[in-house]
């Protein structure tokens, strides 16, 4: 069976990711700067390396020391408000590391990549479901950098050869159904573990963005997308590329709103939320959620959590026992 490199297989869906690789009889190696990432979170199956996109020398010493036959890369800044302050930092890591990593998999011959894109690379929808035909205007510098990665695969396919997936996800949440990783960012800005912590009582409340969007609730509708179902359209996506380059979205095609999430998390805890209605968060478009077509087609993709409950469940029962 081959083995494939995880790059920033620390992080919330790199780690689910490497689990299912090594559950599915894959050989997995993880690379992480472990500015964000969690060693904890590496499945002790996997090798593990330190290394960073910034560093040329730390992904050579990568590439020589274990021969891969792809790489899965996640290893970017991901805080949509840091990037509109410190767009500097996000162009290095995300669009210079990435190049630095392409340079580094061509020089050893690597040539397949499957790459974390995002549904913030088509900025404000102007219709949805959302397909990957939807217009891309990234309305931060973190959807751009994701864009920009986009673009520069589909340039690198035409002068090298590079087969590329990029998987545009929409709302990742929840944790292993066996309780063993989850998710943990600190600072933690995502509405599920929000949800989850102020109902602990290791926050005050949660504080709902906007009551006043054009949705039957008011609240925001985004599309919540459980992190094994990530993990397992990675391992498809590895499997099917190079017959198919390109784009793909991954959620659940099922729109949930702000509100509707907070009553689930009550449902599933027995607990109820203190709660406080704020104002709008600038940049969040009302609704988002996908068209998931072509994932079912191209990589025979289904996802085994449709229900926001089951989801929840998940999360909760890992926000209960976290290891980090
Ligand atoms: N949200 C909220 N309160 C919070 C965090 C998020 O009301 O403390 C809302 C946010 O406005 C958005 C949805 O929850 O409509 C999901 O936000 P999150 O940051 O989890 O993901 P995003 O959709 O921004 O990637």
Known sequence: MSRILVMGGAGYIGSHTVKHLLDNGYEVVVADNLIYGHREAVDPRASFIRADLLDAASLEQVFTQYPVEAVIHFAAFAYVGESVTAPEKYYFNNVVGTVNLLHAMLAHGVKKIVFSSTCATYGEPCYTPIDEKHPQNPINPYGRTKLMIEQIFADYERAYGLQHIALRYFNAAGAAADGTIGESHSPETHLIPLVLQAIRG?????????TDYDTPDGTCIR?????????????????KIGAYNGCINLGTGVGTSVKEIIRAVQAVSGKTCPVHYAARRAGDPAQLFADNKLAKEILGWQPGYTDIQDIIRTAWNWEQNRRY
């Open 202 to 210: 290791e926050r005050e409340q949660i504080n709902v963005f906007g």
């Open 223 to 239: 599309d919540y997308i459980h992190v094994e179902d990530l993990a397992l359209a990675h391992r498809l996506a590895v499997e």
